[in-house]
């Protein structure tokens, strides 16, 4: 049972030095044993709390955080597999003013308090980031009753999976809304900080951020924030009492990443390799691509939301022909051309996370109704023109200094296809764009259709994996194949 009880009390030290899953203060006494049972007691419960936090002696801001523990929502093999849900109330939230993000930690099965944390988001914009762990991420997956069965695919059985709704407004997240990548980038960041308040034994562990299609432009933007601010810190300047983020890599999918890469090789993905659209809409489109590649340009040379919105104007009708019942996003696959979302999946999870049970089990307040996609978020984003940017560029600084980059693309979207995906990653201004543009795609080790092009040591620094038989959610298409690339790529070891 969820208690509504508010618990106001000092969470115990998120003091580095602490050993793990053990709290202690510079001024501590048998106070911080104590609150430390009465923080597992809370988590265990459900409570909301609002946490004045005392980090070394020093009085941190309160903010709003729930956390719900499950033995066996969502659990895997032999009902292995715990997680825990809640809320982080954001910079500026209120009881009035809500800013409220929602998250599902999934432990790994092995080992959880030390292996990695993966930070898996959503795209749209407007996608859920809990969409991921129920469609294969996580202990559990999705049925077409809306119930759950246990995974064999799990990334959570070696890795922590932390599944976020991002932005606010996205899934179950509520309040304050943003309406561009570089903000919500910055929430992320407030809320990772408050996560590793509560969950502070994770906050040293080698930390991962992966998302796809729009998480093309989400992913850069995090990994920028934290970067930034991991830098600051080293040299005294960051924020007050936040705790370094061992960010460690980026993992992304079939990404919207650069308009411009983006459409100047859809046609060649839609007419030439895949047969999309019939010869009649290919030589139409042709002649307004000039067009839109130069409304990119201008709107790039000259960014404002109206140079931004025009662009989008103009080339969106590239993406609007007549598909003959083919699906965009795999094109092996059947779909309506009137219903734009092509997986019924989606609506599997809607009706599990919107069943009384499990709202209670993961602590959703009255009048928040899950959607699998918010069309108010991508409307604001849109109306902001936040898809025509270069994000792809901020990969090179992060490469730069070490973090590692992976793209692992199903060949058979049309969507966010292959060829405008490496294209930008050729185009690349990192140290590696001369080996990675010269480097040979090496067939995949294994029965699996896929190359690689890796450069660097292990997994590599900068990673570029193509899937033969997988659309544009690759987990979805290659659950077992995506496994291997993951279980290899963040302990960066060699796919052979």
């Not at 914009?125 to 991921?132: A, K, M, W």
Request: proline share 5%; net charge negative; aromatic share 10%.
């Amino acid at each position: 049972m969820v208690s509504s009880k508010k618990e106001p009390y000092i969470l115990p030290s998120n003091d580095l030095d602490a050993p793990t899953k053990r709290f202690r203060s510079t001024s501590g006494g048998n106070w911080v044993l104590a609150l430390s049972v009465l923080t597992a007691v809370s988590m265990a419960l459900g409570y909301i709390c609002i946490y004045p936090v005392l980090t070394n002696g020093v009085h941190r801001a309160q903010f709003h955080a729930t956390v719900n523990s499950h033995a066996s929502l969502c659990a895997g093999a032999d009902g292995k597999g715990a997680s825990h849900s809640g809320y982080i109330g954001l910079k500026g939230d209120n009881e009035d003013a809500p800013k409220r993000s929602f998250y599902w930690l999934f432990e790994a099965q092995n080992d959880s308090e030390n292996v990695p944390v993966i930070l898996t988001i959503g795209g749209g914009p407007g996608t859920s980031g809990i969409l991921n762990p129920l469609l294969g991420q996580s202990h559990c997956a999705i049925k077409e009753d809306g119930t759950t069965t246990s995974n064999p695919n799990a990334w959570s059985e070696h890795f922590n999976l932390l599944a976020l709704d991002h932005p606010i407004g996205v899934g179950f997240s509520y309040g304050t809304m943003v309406n561009n990548s570089r903000d919500a980038a910055i929430d992320v960041y407030d809320f990772l900080q408050k996560f590793f308040v509560l969950f502070p034994h994770l906050s040293r562990n080698k930390f991962v951020v992966a998302g796809g299609s729009y998480g093309g432009i989400y992913v850069p933007h995090i990994a920028t924030v934290i970067h930034e601010q991991n830098l600051a810190l080293a040299r005294g300047e960051g924020q007050p009492d936040a705790v370094h983020i061992n960010l460690d890599s980026l993992m992304i999918s079939n990404p919207w990443s650069d308009a411009l890469s983006h459409y100047r090789w859809l046609l060649k993905q839609s007419c030439d390799n895949t047969h999309l659209y019939n010869e009649t809409a290919c030589t139409e489109l042709y002649g307004v691509l000039p067009t839109c590649l130069e409304a990119i340009q201008y709107a790039y040379d000259f960014p404002s939301a109206q140079n931004r919105n025009a662009a989008l104007g103009t080339c969106v009708p590239l993406k609007l022909a007549d598909t003959n019942g083919t699906m965009m996003e795999n094109v092996k696959k059947k779909c309506d051309a009137a219903d734009r979302i092509c997986w019924p999946e989606f609506a599997w999870v809607e009706k599990f996370l919107n069943n009384a049970s499990t709202r209670e089990q993961l602590g959703i307040p009255e009048g928040v109704e899950y959607q699998a996609i918010n069309t108010e978020v991508h409307g604001k984003f849109w109306a902001e023109g936040d898809h025509i940017q270069r994000a792809y560029l901020m990969y090179a600084p992060l490469l730069d200094d070490g973090i590692r980059v992976l793209h692992y693309i199903g060949k058979l979207d049309a969507n966010c296809g292959w060829p405008g995906i490496l294209s930008f990653l050729r185009l690349l201004p990192s140290r590696f764009q001369e080996q990675f543009r010269d480097a040979p795609d090496v067939p995949w080790p294994s029965e699996d259709v896929a190359t690689a092009r890796v450069i660097g040591e292990g997994a590599g620094n900068m990673t570029f994996v193509l899937m033969a038989e997988a659309g544009h959610l690759v987990v979805l298409d290659q659950p077992k194949l995506v496994k291997n690339i993951v279980e290899h790529w963040v302990d960066n070891r060699p796919f052979n």
